[in-house]
T-cell receptor
Framework: AQSVTQLDSQVPVFEEAPVELRCNYS??????LFWYVQYPNQGLQLLLK??????LVKGINGFEAEFNKSQTSFHLRKPSVHISDTAEYFC???????????FGTGTRLQVTL | DGGITQSPKYLFRKEGQNVTLSCEQN?????MYWYRQDPGQGLRLIYY???????QKGDIAEGYSVSREKKESFPLTVTSAQKNPTAFYLC????????????FGQGTRLTVV
């Protein structure tokens, strides 16, 4: 069975500061990992994904994530956040053999001046 | 433009009534999904379908029903048997060969009054 844990339900950060949103996964087989962003009252938008190859993945809006197999983690980072990054961020996992994504409970990123 | 359209955006229902949420996609995706989102619980899978005239229950199917008569359409009916239907509902679709990457609609917020 696959599962995803997002350790922080909320992360407050000042504008232009760096941020890391944590994600740990559990799966007995190879995984595909994703980060999605959700703005208020909207659907989810794909930020980035790890399918194979380089463990450092770059996505949209200046975000990047690093796949760490030994620590079963896929943390999301941005070196300098903007007010417009305020949103909810979801980590998701799929083993590729299943037909559905398993989502974490989400992390609310609140960027303030 | 290709994408997924959910309608309506807001829906109010009286207790004891069935209500149907619409989801249409023009991405030519074989797989479609319905998720329910509640605060602090992430996204939970209700039903999914990989082919026309076939669908499978997800993690929280009780009180819901779906149909897949056309590839483009995957409507969700919230029945009176659903004890706590007030939530944000998200429809998604994906290609089968890259099942892990899902594209989401803008969501329908259902409120029982």
């Amino acid at each position: 069975a696959q599962s995803v844990t997002q350790l922080d339900s909320q992360v407050p950060v000042f504008e232009e500061a760096p941020v890391e949103l944590r994600c740990n996964y559990s799966s007995s087989v190879s995984v595909y990992l994703f980060w999605y962003v959700q703005y208020p009252n909207q659907g989810l938008q794909l930020l980035l994904k790890y399918l194979s190859g380089s463990t450092l993945v770059k996505g949209i809006n200046g975000f990047e994530a690093e796949f760490n197999k030994s620590q079963t983690s896929f943390h999301l980072r941005k070196p300098s956040v903007h007010i417009s990054d305020t949103a909810e961020y979801f980590c998701a996992v799929n083993t590729g053999t299943a037909s559905k994504l398993t989502f974490g409970t989400g992390t609310r990123l609140q960027v303030t001046l | 433009d290709g994408g997924i359209t959910q309608s309506p955006k807001y829906l109010f229902r009286k207790e004891g009534q069935n209500v149907t949420l619409s989801c249409e996609q023009n991405l030519n995706h074989d797989a479609m999904y319905w998720y329910r989102q509640d605060p602090g619980q992430g996204l939970r899978l209700i039903y999914y379908s990989q082919i026309v005239n076939d669908f499978q229950k997800g993690d929280i199917a009780e009180g819901y029903s779906v149909s897949r008569e056309k590839k483009e359409s995957f409507p969700l009916t919230v029945t009176s048997a659903q004890k706590n239907p007030t939530a944000f509902y998200l429809c998604a679709s994906s290609a089968l060969d890259r099942v892990a990457e899902a594209f989401f609609g803008q969501g329908t917020r259902l409120t029982v009054v």
